[in-house]
């Protein structure tokens, strides 16, 4: 035990004294996380608010109010100008998009039964993608109105009046169509009296309603940016100390103190024991590091915080056994270091350890199951965010422990005790 | 102390040692001669118990076999490759290879104190092994093998690439050891090492014992000639024989000298004449 104590105690030693390899453990997986926390959350704001430019060429009420109704949304940041400033700043890319309203805004949107009211949209022909989500947004605003004069009647009454004027006046509409407009309106006037103060609101007829359907269960949503990129640096630590660990074998192989361990009277499990305790205690104080630090600075509380311990000792578990497997895949120093990042930043990849799994293509997502990464991401992120209950931590944990097992098995297997 | 009987190795078609067999006696430095790729390594190693023989015994002490760690207790070895924790302070790795052989508390601070100080790194013991001279690293490395005090210590080129001060050093300590009452095993590629430490000497080729004796008994049998070569008046004289001084008196009746010397026959003619090879080949 004093000896295996001691041999634990040398491999943490040689790592605080290790300036590279301790960054590389402790301080880069800090760096990332909060890089990469701020960097995901300034995507999501900005896509939340995107930049456009209105140019109102209506100037009435109608159009100012709805401006005033665009300026309250929180997808877009309004901004106002005339035509052809507008245009240069979608052209440098000040603006994602200008947004025309010509005139007889107003008064079309007020009537439903008229020309439909008719908006223009420029975009930044870089930015396909956010033409779908402002037309979205656009017409739910417009519809907006139009729901809004359901649950009106007296609004109601005089738009069905204005409509009926207009229509009557018109000379270019259909005239089927002018026909059971004239006698459906005056209909649909003395519907809407007949409905209880207040209008349509709450009863009549069923509203269509989008409403987002959620697999996840209610609350666990990752709340803020933090709780993706921590767990995912913690990865990027914790697989900094398998192959640190894993490469130290390799040292101790190519230097002669294994030999010299050998013949001091310890067995080949306590060396080896020694080792995987050193890199068991180093991977948990880097996850605990980081949780630390997620939690203090970023406001990452763990929903279950034993629920993250049992976690944590898994994904630990699991990178002692890759440690094992990587101090044989090498040499000497530089080809088991080469060979175990190699191996490991593959396991990132296709694991979610670089660019979250949800943002993967589906082939990729689909052998993302064969990386320990993506069950250590899935274990730390139910105990962060996804509200696990123990059941469900049973999988990820069993996984991570049997790939540990696994691959510690195959490491001692083709261990070779001398160079 | 040491029983070797028909020791052999194989690493493939290559045989490494060969029947090979000695007895160590207790309280003697033991010299192994032979060139690069002899066997020494090998036959330390089978020793220690990091190679497993292909055959043959070995006893250490009536104790048993070097697999057994009690017995590994009572060997320490300074391996041909360095084996020290660069990273780590002298001290650091001298009390760590203490703890790893079982001492601690009192007695350890003690050994490894007295360990640091036999090889001369006292002043130097704070700073980090990385940062000794590869004389200072190979004396580490000695004090390593020495801290639990083994009854039978092996060095195996324990010189290579140190400088003349350290090396006289690593001498002093070798023989202070024995005088303590330890048995040494020191292989060596350098014949006059051999000569000057070594109460008796192997000389080992391609695996096999060719000789084994004291050093003068080695000479005696297997040196050949003393060679007298003398500056007279009359020229130069090269003479080979077996009493250099009835040679000298010979010429001096003849002559008048006016300088000479005699080459004593050394461990290297000894290789020579059982192998029809030097050394250094
Ligand atoms: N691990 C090994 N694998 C293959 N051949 C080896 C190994 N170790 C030593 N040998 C061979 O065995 C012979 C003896 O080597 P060694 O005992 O190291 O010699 P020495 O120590 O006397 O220089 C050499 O021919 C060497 O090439
Ligand atoms: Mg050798």
């Not at chain 1, 223009?120 to 729901?147: F, H, M, N, W």
């Not at chain 1, 509409?173 to 209880?196: E, I, Q, V």
């Amino acid at each position: 035990m004093q000896q295996l104590l001691a041999l634990t105690a040398k491999d943490l030693r040689m790592l605080a004294r290790d300036k590279v390899g301790f960054f590389f453990a402790f301080i880069f997986p800090i760096l990332y996380s909060s890089l990469f926390g701020s960097i995901m959350g300034g995507l999501r704001s900005a896509s939340k608010g995107i930049d456009v430019v209105v140019v109102d060429e209506d100037k009435t009420k109608d159009s100012e109010k709805f401006i005033v109704e665009l300026e309250g949304l929180e997808e877009l940041k309004v901004a106002r100008a005339d035509k052809a400033d507008a245009q240069d700043m979608v052209r440098l890319g000040k603006k994602r998009a200008m947004i025309l309203l010509p005139e007889g805004f107003g008064r079309a949107r007020r009537q439903m039964f008229g020309n439909p009211p008719h908006v223009e949209i420029g975009l930044d022909p870089s930015r396909l993608a956010e033409s779908g989500i402002l037309q979205g947004v656009l017409t739910a605003q417009l519809y907006k109105g139009v729901q809004r004069m359901f649950s009106d009647s007296a609004a109601m009454d005089k738009q069905i009046d204005e409509s009926l004027q207009e229509i009557r006046a018109s000379k270019d509409m259909d005239p089927a169509t002018k026909m059971t407009l004239t006698t459906f309106l005056p209909g649909l006037k003395t519907f809407m009296r007949s409905l209880p103060e207040g209008g349509m609101q709450g009863g009549g007829f069923p509203q269509p309603k989008i409403e987002q359907v959620d697999i996840m269960r209610s609350e666990s949503h990752p709340t803020n940016s933090y709780q993706i990129s921590f767990p995912q640096g913690c990865i990027w630590g914790i697989m900094g100390c398998a192959a640190g660990f894993g490469i130290t074998l390799v040292v101790e192989r190519t230097h002669g103190t294994l030999v010299r361990l050998r013949m001091a009277p310890v067995g080949r499990a306590q060396i080896l024991a020694g080792k995987g305790l050193a890199c068991l205690i180093t991977t948990l104080a880097v996850a605990t590091l980081l949780f630390t630090v997620a939690a203090f600075v970023f406001e990452v509380r763990p929903s279950s915080y034993p629920m993250l311990i049992v976690a944590m000792f898994c994904v630990a578990l699991c990178f002692v056994g890759i440690m094992m497997f990587l101090s044989v895949m090498g040499k000497t120093e530089q080809s088991a270091g080469g060979i175990g990042w190699a191996i490991l930043v593959l396991m990132a990849m296709i694991g979610g350890g670089m660019i979250p799994l949800a943002f993967m293509p589906e082939w990729l997502q689909s052998i993302s199951d064969i990386s320990p990464v993506k069950w250590s991401i899935l274990a730390m992120e139910g105990a962060v965010w996804r509200n696990f209950s123990p059941a469900e931590m049973v999988t990820p944990c069993a996984v991570l422990v049997g790939i540990g097992v696994l691959s510690f098995c195959i490491g001692l297997k083709a261990f070779k005790w001398e160079s | 102390m040491l029983h070797l009987k028909n020791l052999r190795k194989k690493f493939g078609d290559n045989v490494a040692v060969d029947h090979l067999s000695l007895d160590i006696h207790k309280g003697e430095i033991f010299g192994l001669l032979g060139p690069n790729g002899a066997g020494k390594t090998t036959t330390v190693n089978m020793t220690v118990g990091l190679l497993k023989p292909d055959g043959g015994g070995i006893t250490i002490n009536g104790e048993g076999s070097p697999e057994d760690p009690k017995v590994r207790c009572r060997i320490g070895v300074a391996t041909q490759a360095l084996a020290i924790y660069e990273e780590m302070s002298g001290e650091e790795n001298v009390r760590f290879f203490a703890t790893m052989q079982g001492l601690g508390g009192a007695l350890r601070k003690e050994r490894v104190a007295w360990a640091l100080d036999f090889v001369g790194l006292t002043d130097r013991r704070r700073d980090k092994a990385s940062q000794y001279s590869g004389g200072m690293k190979r004396r580490l490395n000695l004090a390593i093998a020495i801290v639990h005090k083994p009854a039978l210590l092996l060095l195996d080129e324990p010189t290579v690439g140190v400088d003349p001060q350290s090396r006289n050093a690593i001498f002093e300590n070798i023989l202070t050891l024995r005088e303590q009452g330890a048995t040494v095993v020191y292989t060596t590629h350098y014949m006059e090492e051999a000569q000057r430490l070594c109460d008796r000497v192997g000389i080992i080729d391609h695996g096999k014992m060719l000789a084994l004796d004291t050093v003068d008994a080695l000479i005696e049998a297997h040196g050949g000639e003393s060679r007298v070569i003398a500056k007279r008046a009359e020229g130069n004289v090269e003479i080979s024989t077996s009493d250099p001084l009835g040679e000298l008196q010979k010429l001096q009746a003849t002559s008048t000298l006016q300088t000479f010397r005699v080459e004593w026959p050394d461990l290297e003619h000894v290789f020579l004449n059982l192998t029809g090879r030097s050394l250094r080949d």
